[in-house]
């Protein structure tokens, strides 16, 4: 008999042998580079808008703009990916022209935002972030709510407003709740996920059409811990409440890492590689999708600087594009993968998975 000839010469292939994707966000200057592009289109199943498609870009009632979102969504919609709406409500894109407004006003203004991004790519996108970054438990709230605009204007049930209306205009999309930090080991992190899993809780017995969990996952290879029995207790009462999971914007920090190139890559690709595998086991997984590609194009490079001053590497490809290290550990940890009952219809996107 022939051995099965796997077919594992990019991530998006070895994804989707356990029926995950793989992908990476972008911005529309990717798509001018031809190399890159081709680079994406190589690697990846799905993609997320870096920042084109949050609030304060596209803009407020008057006038927005949807030039750059259109544009990827086109380029994914013409290239076969997935693709992973980021973001419609979120307390850090709030147009500045509602800093001032009364309540009422915001209110109407958030869901007027929602409603129009959420009609206008309805069928063209697979996943959308409705609601990013609703808890910060040091806000003092008992149900660790992120005292937010969001909040203020429509109270505590607001993730319900949001995944509803989501729901009503695009059915068929997956709606993901996406949060930073659960995946840490600081005491900190351990009261977020209690709080994630009290408010999806009461969230999902109101009827709150929350279909996933997205676990942002902005990793520090110095801190990260190999073994995590908090987060594994967690993914699985995650699991027990019927959602499934996202791994939304994955990369590992090198900010904290020796100097030395090979001892930092070798750090960064074991974060990547222990992360993945206790998360992909322990979850129903739809995918997982890094904060960019390449090491010369990542916000790490200025929102976590080393203090030595040389240039960060937390991505799996270098600046020439080559694969490193975290390349191999996260085609290994995909290929590795149980994914239980296979996460995505292997129907999506159209033709090209499988
Ligand atoms: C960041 C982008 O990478 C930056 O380019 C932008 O200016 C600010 O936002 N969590 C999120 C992402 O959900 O939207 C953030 O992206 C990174 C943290």
Redesign the pocket.
């Known amino acids: 008999m022939e051995p099965l000839k796997l077919e594992t010469d990019s991530l998006r292939d070895a994804a989707a042998h356990r029926h995950l994707l793989y992908g990476t ?1 972008l911005c529309t200057s990717d798509l001018t580079e031809k190399r890159r592009c081709d680079t994406i289109l190589r690697e990846c199943s799905i993609i997320t808008p ?2 084109e498609m ?1 609030w304060d870009r596209i803009g407020g009632a008057d006038a927005p703009d949807f030039r750059a979102s259109d544009r990827l969504v086109a380029f994914a919609v013409e290239n076969g990916l997935a693709f992973h709406g ?2 419609l409500w ?1 307390h ?2 709030v147009p500045q022209d509602l800093g001032e407004a009364s309540d009422a006003r915001f209110a109407e203004a958030a869901l007027e935002h929602l409603t129009r991004v959420v009609r206008r790519y309805a069928g063209r996108v697979y996943s959308w ?1 409705v609601v ?2 609703p808890l910060e438990t040091d806000h003092g709230r008992r149900d660790g709510l992120r005292h937010s605009r969001f909040l203020r204007a429509f109270g505590p049930t607001y993730l319900e407003v949001a995944f509803g209306r989501a729901a009503e205009i695009d059915p068929e999309a997956v709606l993901v709740l ?1 949060e ?1 930090g659960l995946e840490y080991a600081s005491p900190g992190a351990e009261r977020k996920r209690r709080a994630m899993l009290a408010l999806l809780e009461r969230a999902l017995a109101r009827g709150a059409p929350i279909q996933c969990l997205g676990i ?1 996952s ?1 990793l520090d290879a110095a801190d990260q811990p190999r073994h995590h029995p908090e987060l594994r207790a967690f993914l699985r009462e995650i699991d027990g409440l019927g959602l499934k999971v996202m791994i ?2 994955m990369d590992v920090s090198d900010q904290n890492c020796p100097r030395d190139r090979r001892l930092r890559d070798g750090m960064v690709a074991d974060t990547y590689r222990a992360y993945l595998e206790l998360v992909l086991e322990e979850s129903r997984s739809l995918g997982v999708s890094t ?1 960019g590609l390449s090491d010369d194009r990542t ?1 790490l490079a200025t929102a976590r600087k080393r203090p030595d001053g040389a240039a960060v590497r937390p991505m799996l490809l270098d600046r020439a594009l080559r694969r490193k290290p975290a390349w191999h550990a996260v085609k290994s940890a995909l290929l590795s993968a149980r994914n239980p009952d296979g996460g995505v219809e292997p129907a999506f996107p159209k033709g090209k998975i499988n």
């Open positions: 966000a870096e920042y949050k980021h973001t979120w850090e894109s972030d990013n970054e996406n930073m942002q902005h939304t914007e904060w916000w």
